[in-house]
Nanobody
């Protein structure tokens, strides 16, 4: 069973919206602290897009200027990224990142497989 299941990427026109989701397996995680999204464009380093802690504290990349919103549903072990007013420079592979503990009380940090977001007319 996959540790993280990502969905929601695709092709969108400039100015459009997409919503990414990432569900963390309850069979793997006994508790989750931070959930977040990173992105990596071709030839670029991976960068933080947004993160959210278990109490709802959020962090955003400086480049976003309010266009994206991160949220989470603790009951579903799922994090969402609502992306509005998308720009061509937002084109990248978006990776989910989850930090928590497993059922043996060991700290885990897990990355998703990535979902491609392409912004183009």
């Amino acid at each position: 069973q996959a540790q993280l299941v990502e969905s929601g990427g695709g092709l969108v026109q400039p100015g459009g919206s997409l919503r990414l989701s990432c569900a963390a397996s309850r069979r793997i995680f006994s508790s989750i602290s931070t959930m977040g999204w990173y992105r990596q464009a071709p030839g670029e380093q991976r960068e933080l897009v947004a993160g959210i802690t278990s109490d709802g504290t959020t962090t955003y990349g400086d480049f976003l200027k309010g266009r994206f919103t991160i949220s989470r549903d603790n009951g579903k072990n799922t994090v969402y990224l609502q992306m509005n007013n998308l720009k061509p420079e937002d084109t990248a592979v978006y990776y989910c990142n989850v930090k928590g503990t497993n059922w043996s009380s060991r700290t885990l940090e897990v990355w998703g497989q990535g979902t491609l977001v392409t912004v183009s007319s």
